[in-house]
């Protein structure tokens, strides 16, 4: 606002401060808020700024997306990572989001049917994949064998009621008849984020994660690892949904379907939904 009110005044000054011959001032004031007008018109929008809650596994690929994004427009994104079962918390009770990327289709449909959310901006961005993970090679085979196995202390996983990653690892365990006789084991992270953490620090020897935290490092994954067929958990199809009527929100929103953002999604281990999924 402060840098329109600038411009503005600036126009008004080139504008009252030209003198052609045989103009009166009188003349050029009433020019004045003509060419003001003009001026504002045909500058460049002013860059503006929106906040978007991202679910914890996504975090690190939207990153991504918003560098692109802020490149091309100017604009600025300012990112909020937790749980989607948290951030959904605090936009029910008012957080100023402009718009929320969750690890879930059910939230984002939830705030949709509450008017919450911008009626048909919601859409399918993401499939998820759920991967056990040992820093240690040898550890996790490709059956996750030793989940029936007494070969470990502690497993870490995102907590089920917060977190949808933490929900697939406990239908998963639920399939193998491992859940109840691994409670002392389980070792639950608000978000899938700490979950890793548990891993990687050594505080667990194996874990539940998303699979796009490995191939989102860069590198070759170390220890040893088991991609859980996705037939073994509700599938995790991510969903985002616009919260206001931003302009520049709508424009993110958008930028997010386009090829450039869905290779920077793929290349992060994620599978792709079909276009707009969300919104069928």
């Known amino acids: 606002m402060a840098q329109a009110t600038t411009r503005t005044r600036l126009a008004a000054c080139l504008i009252l401060n030209y003198r052609p011959p045989g103009m009166s001032i009188q003349f050029r004031r009433i020019l004045a808020p003509i060419f003001v007008l003009l001026y504002i018109g045909i500058t460049p929008a002013i860059a503006g700024e929106i906040h978007i809650a991202v679910a914890a596994n996504f975090a690190p690929t939207l990153a991504q997306i918003t560098r692109v994004f802020e ?87 995102a907590n089920p009621r917060l977190a949808p990653y933490g929900l697939a690892a406990k239908e998963v365990l639920e399939g193998m008849l491992q859940w109840e006789k691994l409670q002392d084991t389980l070792v639950r992270g608000e978000n899938i984020n700490q979950a890793f953490q548990f891993v990687h620090s050594g505080n667990a020897q194996l874990g539940f994660i998303a699979a796009s935290q490995l191939a989102g490092r860069g590198k070759p994954a170390a220890g040893s690892h088991w991609l859980v067929p996705a037939e073994l958990h509700t599938p995790i199809l991510q969903q985002a949904i616009q919260l206001t009527n931003s302009d520049i929100a709508r424009q993110f929103m958008e930028f997010a379907l386009t090829s450039e953002a869905r290779q920077i999604i793929t290349k992060n281990g994620y599978d792709l939904p079909q276009r707009a999924a969300g919104k069928n």
Do not use: C
Not at 74 to 94: D, F
Not at 133 to 156: E, K, Y
């Open 71 to 157: 490149k091309q427009t100017g604009h600025q994104v300012i990112l909020a990572s937790g749980s989607t079962g948290r951030h959904y918390a605090q936009i029910i009770n008012g957080a100023p989001f402009d718009a929320f990327f969750a690890a879930d289709a059910a939230r984002p449909r939830l705030l949709e049917e509450a008017g919450i959310g911008i009626a048909n901006s919601r859409y399918s961005y993401a499939i998820g994949r759920l991967m056990l993970w040992s820093p240690q090679p040898g550890v996790v085979n490709d059956t996750g064998a030793i989940l029936s196995s007494a070969r470990f202390h502690r497993l870490a996983i």
